[in-house]
């Protein structure tokens, strides 16, 4: 095929406002389902029916096109229509408190639980208050009492009858008990009667005395035996009576939650610790009563004593209930989006209080994260931000592959700190997944992640744009509904129809609509914008293209600047006139959302040499591999058509002159390719049509992205200078298809001041770039003399020729090149 000038009409597709069936939005009913993406939707749906373990989902697709938008709005679906799980809660484990207990109630119930337990620890204490002042229990705790001092007298009692008979006293005294000799009137002897007693005599009295010491050490020493039974027996009786005054309160309680597994469990702990506790739980309340009496404390205390309220506070702590995850009021599964992920965000902590300057845990201090939110129900993560989070990715599967959350500190998770802490019971997890993220970390972590493809075995494949022919009328409605969601001014059936051109702009093809919301909803808010500035209440197209406007002069300057540098002949680029082993080639570059095209000068040189095409960007690592490729692909070009049956004896170097930066992609080959050959033939090229494409080695020319950013560009930059009539760009012919470029672009060439070609072949851009046909082979495979092919393969002859001139004529010897001719 030749090349071809397009016409204007195929330059850009039109959508006419007048085959939409509606005035404005306001007109048009908001819709229901999802558009554009049944390929995920139907994935997301699959993934949330099936129950089996690991089917969690990963929406893969770029930032932009709804996955958080579409998921939010299916999940919320879904959810409402599912039962409400459980209730969580941590709750005191008496035999082992560092290892707190963890309860499953019905939704609502475990702020239920909590309170009673708050009424019954209030209950009890006064219940225990006005048991211990009871009558009947002073009066036995006085018989206890009285009992150990009948017990105590009569033992003192049976040591004085002894003394009295051995002729001695026992006396107490504030230093002890001593041991006095009586007289004739049992009256004790004076200390100088007793100097008046013969040696034998007291020999005697001090024998009785070390008897009666004796003995009396054997009675004495039964008295700690007493006052420890006398203890236990008051102790007995607290406890007694402590249980007495709360059975009935806990009785209570158990008939309450009797259907609800382990709560009554927990209520007999419970019984069991207040009765077992009751006397400090008493003495406690009785010094938070009577501060007067609690303040007695050393002059100079070692520590600070513990006030009698914190230390009541802290005793009662253990009979309370920490509500982990309470779902009153809630219906259906809970649906959460973790925007902040991290490892107590997602799975929990623990946190800690100062306590006499040291800091202390207990389960009240337990803390839910996102997981036990979502337990029961979904979980919405962004996989970026999970993977950026240290171990929390880690921490995410061994949750979701046991199957419960299992609340621990990151250091302990890797194993740096080894201290007694906390270790709440796990709780089981039931819970959907879903992670949303670029297709790159997705495929990463197929890659890489063994333990990946079994826990997230469901992909929902985000679309980046939808078929515009059969489509049209579905996406004006998806538009309307966008107005409608975000309050904005109603826009009329022009202003749609420019919104669905930019679309397909955005798509890059004039088959398709782009789905990238996130910039659809922008230029209807923005659009919106204008016309409140203008004080209209509809949005019309000059409103749409004022945004369009906009968005692009936000992001111009460099655009600007470089059109400005090439004007003032700084970077230089030719648009007229012809040269040889020169040409304009186009590039694409990217400041933020904006994407132009830049026009850049490519040359050629050539020289007798080995057959070796240097690429000098690749020479200087700025080219990057796809670039590389292209080149090496210009060699086998060479050879296949032109050195068939002799050597490839050139060098040549290809450059993008002022090129300052990487260079990838290889849509600039076919311009390589060009510039190369008129090196080779000595044959000027056109500099007034800049040309993009990639070529392969038979010479097809294949398509590229950015067509209409490169087309474009090398427009405003012919149009700053002046158009002439005779400028224009070379693209792939398959990439016409793909054209949805600007309205002074089509009005320039629909009135012949500029021209767009497309070129199937190499031959083809020949035609259209060089002053003689490209030629076409004999039946021998040999070019005319007066064709470019011709004049290039006569030209790689003649460097064969001198290559062989040149060569070294010694036997064995030779240079490379030499070897190979």
Not at 236 to 252: G, K, V
Not at 438 to 461: G, Q, S, T
Not at 577 to 589: K, P, T
Request: aromatic content about 6%; charged content about 25%; proline content about 5%.
């Amino acid at each position: 095929m030749a090349h071809e000038a397009l016409k204007s009409d195929v330059l850009s597709r039109r959508c006419d406002p007048a085959s939409l069936p509606f005035d404005t939005t306001d007109d048009v009913e908001p819709l229901a389902d999802i558009v554009g993406q049944s390929r995920a939707v139907e994935a997301v749906r699959f993934g949330i029916d099936i129950e089996q373990h690991g089917y969690n989902i990963f929406a893969l697709g770029p930032p932009g096109v709804g996955k958080l938008s579409l998921v939010r709005q299916f999940l919320e679906t879904r959810a409402a229509a599912e039962p409400t799980p459980s209730d969580w809660c941590y709750v005191n484990n008496f035999e082992e408190p560092h290892k707190p207990r963890a309860l499953s109630l019905p939704p609502g119930w475990a702020h239920r639980l909590c309170k009673d337990m708050e009424v019954l620890v209030d209950d009890a204490t006064g219940a225990m208050n006005a048991a211990f002042e009871s009558d009947t229990y002073q009066q036995r705790q006085q018989n206890l009492q009285q009992q150990f001092a009948d017990q105590q007298k009569s033992s003192f009692d049976r040591i004085q009858e002894e003394a009295k008979e051995k002729g001695l006293a026992v006396i107490q005294a504030p230093q002890g008990i001593g041991i006095l000799p009586l007289d004739e009137n049992a009256k004790p002897m004076s200390p100088k009667r007793v100097e008046k007693l013969s040696d034998q005599e007291r020999s005697e009295l001090e024998q009785r005395a070390e008897e009666l010491q004796r003995h009396m050490q054997g009675i004495l020493q039964e008295a700690p035996r007493m006052q420890r039974q006398i203890r236990q027996k008051l102790k007995d009786l607290n406890q007694e009576i402590a249980a007495e005054s709360i059975a009935p309160l806990i009785d209570d309680l158990k008939r309450t939650y009797k259907d609800i597994d382990g709560v009554e469990a927990y209520l007999e702990a419970v019984r069991r610790d207040m009765i077992e506790n009751a006397e400090q739980i008493l003495k406690i309340q009785q010094a938070v009563q009577e501060p007067g009496d609690a303040q007695a404390a050393p002059p100079i205390p070692i520590q600070p004593p513990v006030p009698p309220a914190m230390e009541a506070a802290a005793l009662l702590r253990r009979y309370r209930v920490n509500v982990l995850v309470g779902r009153d009021g809630n219906h259906g599964a809970p649906l959460v989006y973790e925007d902040h992920p991290n490892y107590p965000n997602l799975l929990g902590r623990v946190e800690h209080m100062v306590q006499m300057g040291a800091l202390v845990a207990d389960f009240n201090l337990i803390k839910p994260g996102a997981l036990h939110q979502a337990n029961g129900g979904y979980l919405v993560l962004d996989a970026h931000k999970l993977l950026m989070a240290p171990q929390l990715w880690e921490g995410l599967k061994r949750a979701l592959r046991a199957e419960e959350i299992r609340i621990e500190s990151l250091y302990e998770s890797i194993g740096l700190i080894q201290t007694v802490s906390l270790e709440p019971e796990p709780i089981p997890l039931r819970v959907k997944v879903v992670v949303m993220g670029r297709p790159i970390l997705y495929h990463l972590l197929r890659e890489y992640d063994e333990e990946f493809a079994e826990l997230f075995k469901v992909a929902a494949d985000f679309d980046t744009e939808m078929d515009w022919d059969d489509q049209q009328d579905l996406y004006a409605h998806l538009i309307a509904t966008l107005v409608h969601k975000d309050g904005l001014r109603p826009f009329d059936r022009t202003a749609v129809a420019r919104v669905i051109e930019r679309s397909g702009r955005l798509a890059e093809d004039s088959r398709k609509l782009s789905v990238h919301m996130r910039s659809v909803a922008d230029l209807l808010h923005e659009a919106s914008h204008w016309a409140a500035e203008a004080g209209s209440p509809v949005v019309r197209a000059e409103h749409v293209q004022h945004a369009i406007d906009a968005q692009v002069y936000r992001f111009d300057r460099i655009a600007q600047r470089l059109r400005e540098e090439i004007h003032r002949g700084t970077l230089l680029v030719d648009t007229d006139g012809a040269a040889v082993g020169q040409i304009n080639g186009l590039a694409v570059m990217k400041i933020g959302d904006l994407m132009f095209g830049r026009p850049s000068r490519i040359t050629a040189r050539v020289r007798v040499g080995s057959g070796k095409v240097i690429d000098i960007e690749r020479e200087v690592e700025l080219g990057e591999s796809t670039h590389s490729k292209g080149v090496l692909i210009l060699s086998g070009f060479l050879a296949g058509r032109y050195a068939r049956d002799l050597p490839l004896a050139l060098s040549a170097s290809l450059v993008f002159e002022q090129s300052y930066g990487p260079i990838g992609g290889d849509s600039a080959s076919l311009a390589e390719l060009l510039a190369l050959l008129s090196a080779i033939a000595s044959v000027p090229l056109r500099q007034d049509v800049a040309v993009t494409g990639s070529v392969n080695q038979h010479g097809q020319v294949q398509a590229i992205g950015g067509v209409n950013e490169k087309i474009e560009g090398f427009f405003d930059v012919c149009a700053a200078r002046g158009l002439t009539g005779r400028q224009g760009v070379a693209i792939p012919a398959s990439n016409a298809q793909h054209l949805m470029l600007r309205q002074d672009v089509v009005d320039a060439v629909d009135a012949g001041r500029f021209a767009v070609y497309t070129v199937g072949t190499v031959d083809d851009a020949i035609d259209l770039l060089a002053a003689m046909p490209a030629g076409v082979p004999d039946a021998e495979g040999r070019y005319g003399g007066d064709t470019f092919n011709g004049k290039v393969a006569a030209s790689l002859e003649a460097f064969a020729l001198r290559r062989k001139t040149f060569a070294p004529k010694a036997a064995g010897g030779g240079e490379e090149g030499g070897q190979e001719a």
